[in-house]
């Protein structure tokens, strides 16, 4: 069991991240890649996969992600990077001291090859040899799929976001995983390596994501920046590729409308009733209708905060939005007639 020790100003000091990681859904992308749990959700992306990305680079990648074990902390850079290129050049710029003592800890896992012997020396044909094999990786496993990620990842924000701010940051440290316990002032994942770690002040930062699979994540390294990655609720369309989204909002513009489809999708991120006016471009009085519609049909729901009212996207809302799923196994969600143009 890992054990993180709060103080007082690590609650202080305790985020949640508003948008997925992508270094670390490469990461835990390719652990998943490695095994057939959680097949409703991955299997179509892993046979997608399969097919898309070169034998020589694949084996690259899987030399240092292991299925099960310790890959190394430079592969998810622990500085905030807001997109793949800034993550990328972040890596590929480990120190050689850091790229050394940590490729000798994954050795202890598995056989050193040449490459990664080379790589471990900061060879500099061994540093762009990964950056290629990670962006053509990324290219193909990531790219097609982020806006659904993203979306899902803002929605599990959301419901987090009003657990903080309803109950306070007991609620969500408590209500985090199934796997994860809060004793007060120690946060307990009890699927991890038996260790403690101390904040010391510095806070933690939970990140969500879509390739994270039953239990949650970190960084080995205590001195690097604390965070705990962690699952999303997984549902059949995480991982819906972009071209699939367009021909989804197309439909879904179909039966709800335009409008009342761009009202579902502006709650993702949760938003006031102004803030739905503006997102969608309508007056109040009709933004407040769409939410009635919306919030009846259980694809919404709507709390007071102070002197507004807040409009946040449920489940049923996120599986309408996705598609019903990505594969041929979909949840039979019936469409409201008030919903209907």
């Known amino acids: 069991m890992l054990r993180i ?146 979306t899902h990842v803002s929605a599990d924000h959301s419901h987090r976001g009003e657990a903080l701010a309803r109950h306070g940051v007991d609620r969500l440290l408590s209500t985090l995983h199934p796997r994860v316990r809060w004793v007060a002032p120690v946060l307990q994942v009890l699927d991890m390596n038996d260790r403690d770690l101390y904040l010391d002040g510095r806070g933690i930062e939970l990140q969500p994501s879509a390739f994270c699979w039953q239990v949650p994540t970190k960084l080995r390294d205590p001195e690097l920046k604390p965070i705990l990655v962690y699952p999303i609720q997984h549902a059949p369309g995480i991982l819906r590729q972009s071209s699939l989204e367009s021909a989804s909002s197309d439909v879904l513009g179909s039966l709800l409308g335009s409008t009342r489809a761009a009202a579902l999708e502006a709650t993702v991120t ?31 729901t709507t709390r007071r905060v102070g002197a507004s009212v807040r409009h946040e996207v449920t489940q049923l809302g996120i599986w309408l939005l996705s598609g019903h799923g990505s594969g041929s196994v979909r949840p039979r969600v019936a469409v409201p007639d008030a919903l209907v143009r």
């Open 5 to 150: 020790h709060f103080t007082p100003r690590d609650l202080a000091r305790t985020t949640v991240s508003t948008k997925p990681a992508p270094s670390w859904e490469i990461l835990l992308s390719l652990h998943m890649l490695q095994h057939s749990e959680g097949r409703l959700i991955f299997e179509d992306w892993r046979r997608s996969i399969r097919t898309k990305v070169t034998p020589d680079q694949m084996r690259l990648l899987l030399e240092l992600t292991p299925a099960k074990g310790y890959s190394p902390d430079f592969l998810t850079p622990a500085a905030s990077a807001p997109d793949f290129e800034t993550g990328l050049d972040l890596m590929l710029s480990t120190p050689k001291a850091q790229l050394r003592s940590q490729l000798e800890l994954l050795s202890k896992y598995r056989p050193v090859s040449p490459w990664t012997r080379e790589l471990a020396h900061g060879d500099s044909s061994s540093l762009h040899k990964l950056g290629r094999a990670i962006r053509s990786y990324h290219d193909a496993a990531i790219a097609p799929y982020w806006k659904s990620i993203g």
């Open 270 to 300: 949760g938003c006031t009733t102004t803030e739905l006016a503006r997102r969608c471009k309508i007056s109040p009085a009709a933004a407040s209708h769409q939410a009635t519609v919306l919030r009846e049909a259980g694809l919404i």
